[in-house]
């Protein structure tokens, strides 16, 4: 069958028809010479002679080549239906490493493994050259990767747009235990992974002025730019598994533009108009590593607006291919904000059609009522989102102006509502007056989103109760939730075949891979002798682990206890952190007879600090020096273990939670929405420490608590806890260990000073002190239930047989059903 429509010439076609009429083979031999052909004229090495490096990159190019023409397939299909589609806007994405997951999804893994060893190339050898794509901070960013991948894999048409950073986000160095930033340039070696798209381009207007205009009659608003930037496509196709679809990740660059700043040509400064051209790129260029506190700069400011401009510009162009008429516009179009960090395209789309397509307000503003849906990722108020109305006013003069309007409008609505109750209006109001008027992106959100989204039950309360209390007993319907999710195709399949392949031989299939509720058919076999001593051998599979852990020494006998995030006050490292100079302490005064009875650990800690954030950084320099101290004592041998793993991002992730057997999760209650990464480790069999807060209350009910160490103040102690200050009661362990840090017993002292005030009595907001007593009962109650090996392994198979509900195919498809409103739409195979 054809691969390709052609136009009118008959014999042209059949004559193109006739050179490709077949797919991409993939047996040994057509891989082979693909490979070797795209290392001579891809790579341009000989193929006599060429090193893993360029493997890879041949590899990955014949991948790649698999990849396209699926996703033109795809394409063909999607126009051919004429499906609603999603359009998933997110500044940020964290890919990590493309070759595996993608060859697992084409179902090539086997084949082209074959191939290589042909070759005399191992396939595991040349994934590692891969580098990471870390276009983004953390939770929220690897959420939207999982969420790609499940889009693709559930065949729903979507598309994602992001910006393409040149640089990621930053690269931790320790040096001498201090967290040092390095910029991440990671296109340096090539990207195979995506496609430049030099003809789809879109201007970007920046400031300028608005000017009213009379057309036909009616009087019309146009924006003059002072500014404009080209935005060029990339774009990255993400395939389904287990299906022909693939989706694409359309990631913007920021090119110079020919409209720009025509006048410096003319006034004949060459050379300074070509080097103003220039610094058009640096709007794509950087990725804000600060994790959740905006700050108004106006290089960020401009940079959102770049990648929604540009986004929105793509999407209407490609509705008005096929459409005549915008009232179709929401049967067609589905619009994602990934939190308010492209809130931006509201205003876009309100913009566009008002002043492009002369709508008229009203029908402009139902169009805008209809498409966008916004979730948030959020969970206190401090953290919202607000631009500067200066600040705005200048680079976005038109978008102020409409946001004003729609601001009026609410306003309006509201004193009708609820009437002149001026508190309450002020709070809902878009504009935050003050000494700097700012605009609530979060408000603009509510007020213009069909739907609100949360990303875990609790997190929903939290918005219903607090965050967004008057939003939500203005409009009740809006507020929903779905919990988060991640794909078990990179979490379990890529990062952990050997699990795989047990979870596949007990089920009896593969399907599980695609339909993750076949999970609990674990369970039948929780108590199965048989598949305890395979799982054993699993769980001590901890080789890669320990070649990354590196130079410290470990017993792999020890439990491997693992606590891998973003490093924040509210996420309680520093809790765990205390707990190990405990355990140290304890082991110290302990006689032989108790030692013995001492259950060995691998602590293990990762993460990275937002570069301005000085309390993260005293807390990663912490660690450092009590593992110093630890690791070096010769008294404690292999009983206790510290090692912090630098630079953590997706593919050390990767090697970490296979390997883990306890995860720890401290945030304290009712400061994580959801939490995913605890997701990870549930799917891989690991047992959780945890609160009960974000996704983990769900977990509890999914698991049982049984399954679980739960510990820790619940949200609703939370605030009764903060209101005792000074009175508040800690125990002297906790009294303890912080004076041992305070005299200085891991040194420093003058520097950890502020942190242990920090943690003082009185002063203690994240609770620290209140938690610690059950926080080491929970400890406990891990070392005596991983001394019972099958009760452990029995844990550990109900966690991996429990963790079902937490795939983002779950997640996907209750977006889909419930507030996207888009159909599956399978490309034939
Ligand atoms: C996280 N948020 C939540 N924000 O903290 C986490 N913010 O509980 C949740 O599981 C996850 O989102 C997915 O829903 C973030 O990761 C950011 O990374 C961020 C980045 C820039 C600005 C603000």
């Given at each position: 069958k054809p691969r390709l429509e052609f136009g009118e010439e008959k014999i042209k076609a059949e004559r193109m028809f006739g050179l490709m009429d077949v797919f991409l083979k993939n047996d040994p031999l057509s891989l082979q010479k693909d490979i070797l052909d795209h290392v001579e004229f891809t790579v341009a090495k000989s193929r006599f002679n060429f090193d893993d490096f360029e493997a890879y990159h041949a590899l990955a190019h014949s991948v790649r080549d698999r990849l396209i023409e699926r996703w033109h397939d795809t394409q063909i299909h999607f126009n051919r239906k004429g499906p609603k589609r999603l359009y998933f806007l997110s500044l940020e994405f964290l890919m990590g490493r493309s070759l595996s997951n993608t060859v697992i999804n084409l179902g090539v893994r086997d084949q082209f493994a074959d191939a290589l060893s042909q070759l005399g190339f191992e396939f595991e050898v040349l994934a590692e050259q891969e580098g990471d794509a870390c276009l983004g901070n953390?939770?929220?960013?690897?959420?939207?990767?999982?969420?790609?991948?499940?889009?693709?894999?559930?065949?729903?048409?979507?598309?994602?747009?992001?910006?393409?950073?040149?640089?990621?986000?930053?690269?931790?160095?320790?040096?001498?235990?201090f967290q040092h930033e390095q910029p991440d340039y990671w296109l340096n070696f090539g990207n195979p992974w995506e496609i430049e798209r030099v003809h789809i381009t879109y201007p970007v207007k920046f400031y300028g002025t608005v000017t009213d205009e009379v057309l036909n009659k009616e009087k019309h608003k146009?924006?003059?730019?002072?500014?404009?930037?080209?935005?060029?496509?990339?774009?990255?196709?993400?395939?389904?598994?287990?299906?022909?679809?693939?989706?694409?990740?359309?990631?913007?660059?920021?090119?110079?533009?020919?409209?720009?700043?025509?006048?410096?040509?003319?006034?004949?400064?060459?050379?300074?108009?070509?080097?103003?051209?220039?610094?058009?790129?640096?709007?794509?260029?950087?990725?804000?590593?600060?994790?959740?506190?905006?700050?108004?700069?106006?290089?960020?400011?401009?940079?959102?607006?770049?990648?929604?401009?540009?986004?929105?510009?793509d999407i209407i162009r490609r509705f008005k291919d096929t459409h005549k008429n915008f009232n179709e516009f929401p049967e067609k179009v589905a619009l994602q904000l990934n939190d308010t960090h492209p809130s931006l395209a509201i205003a876009e789309v309100m913009r566009v059609l008002l002043d492009e397509e002369h709508l008229g307000w009203n029908r402009a503003w139902d169009i805008i009522c209809k498409i966008f849906s916004y979730t948030t990722h959020t969970v206190s108020s401090e953290a919202m989102e607000k631009i500067p109305v200066d600040l705005m006013g200048s680079l976005l003069p038109r978008h102020l102006q409409i946001i004003y309007d729609i601001n009026f409008n609410f306003m309006e609505k509201l004193k009708k509502m609820i009437g002149l109750d001026y508190d309450r209006l002020a709070r809902m109001s878009i504009v935050e007056e003050g000494a700097v008027k700012n605009i609530r992106m979060a408000n603009l959100s509510i007020i213009c989103c069909h739907t609100v989204n949360g990303v875990s039950r609790l997190h929903l309360e939290l918005l219903k109760t607090k965050v967004f209390r008057d939003f939500y007993e203005l409009w009740p319907h809006k507020f929903h939730y779905k919990t988060n999710g991640v794909t078990q195709r990179r979490w379990i399949v890529v990062s952990n075949p050997s699990l795989c392949a047990l979870i596949s031989k007990w089920l009896g299939t593969e399907a599980w891979i695609r339909d993750i509720d076949l999970l609990i058919g674990l369970r039948d076999h929780a108590t199965n002798a048989e598949l305890h001593q395979e799982w054993k051998m699993e769980l001590c599979n901890d080789l890669m682990l320990v070649c990354t852990i590196g130079n410290v020494q470990v017993s792999l006998n020890a439990m491997f206890d693992v606590h891998t995030k973003r490093i924040h006050e509210y996420k309680r490292q520093l809790l765990n952190i205390l707990g190990i100079i405990h355990r140290y302490d304890s082991i110290k005064n302990m006689n032989k007879n108790d030692r013995k009875k001492v259950v060995p650990r691998v602590c293990i800690i990762s993460g990275k600090a937002a570069p301005g954030y000085e309390i993260a950084k005293k807390i990663i320099k912490l660690c450092h020096v009590v593992a110093e101290k630890i690791n070096n004592d010769n008294d404690i041998g292999d009983l206790l273990k510290l090692v912090f793993i630098p630079d953590y991002n997706v593919s050390v992730a990767e090697l970490v939670i296979p390997g883990a057997d306890l995860s720890q999760h401290l945030s304290t209650a009712g400061h994580e929405a959801s939490g995913t990464s605890s997701m990870k480790f549930l799917m891989n069999g690991c047992l959780l420490l945890a609160t009960?807060?974000?996704?983990?209350?769900?977990?509890?009910?999914?698991?049982?608590?049984?399954?679980?160490?739960?510990?820790?103040?619940?949200?609703?102690?939370?605030?009764?806890?903060?209101?005792?200050?000074?009175?508040?009661?800690?125990?002297?362990?906790?009294?303890?260990?912080?004076?041992?840090?305070?005299?200085?017993?891991?040194?420093?002292?003058?520097?950890?000073?502020?942190?242990?005030?920090?943690?003082?009595?009185?002063?203690?907001?994240?609770?620290?002190?209140?938690?610690?007593?059950?926080?080491?009962?929970?400890?406990?109650?891990?070392?005596?239930?991983f001394v019972d090996e099958d009760r452990w392994t029995q844990m550990s198979i109900l966690c991996a047989a429990g963790s079902g509900k937490f795939s983002s195919d779950r997640t996907i498809q209750e977006y889909a059903e419930k507030t996207w409103g888009i159909q599956p739409c399978r490309c034939p195979s």
């Open positions: 953390g939770g929220l960013a690897r959420l939207s990767a999982c969420q790609m991948d499940s889009l693709a894999t559930l065949d729903y048409p979507a598309i994602g747009y992001g910006l393409r950073y040149q640089y990621g986000l930053f690269r931790q160095v320790i040096l001498d235990g146009v924006w003059v730019p002072g500014e404009v930037v080209e935005a060029v496509a990339y774009d990255n196709p993400i395939p389904g598994y287990g299906t022909r679809n693939t989706i694409v990740l359309r990631l913007w660059a920021a090119k110079p533009s020919d409209q720009h700043n025509m006048e410096s040509y003319n006034t004949g400064d060459y050379v300074d108009a070509v080097v103003n051209r220039q610094r058009a790129e640096s709007i794509s260029s950087i990725l804000y590593p600060d994790d959740r506190s905006y700050q108004g700069k106006e290089l960020q400011l401009k940079q959102r607006y770049f990648f929604v401009s540009a986004s929105v510009q009960e807060d974000g996704s983990t209350i769900e977990m509890i009910e999914e698991v049982g608590r049984e399954n679980m160490f739960l510990f820790g103040a619940s949200v609703n102690d939370v605030p009764a806890l903060r209101e005792k200050g000074p009175a508040l009661k800690v125990p002297l362990q906790f009294l303890r260990v912080v004076r041992m840090i305070r005299d200085g017993h891991f040194g420093l002292k003058d520097y950890f000073k502020s942190l242990c005030d920090k943690i003082e009595t009185g002063n203690d907001y994240f609770l620290v002190g209140a938690d610690f007593a059950s926080y080491l009962e929970a400890q406990a109650a891990a070392d005596k239930a």
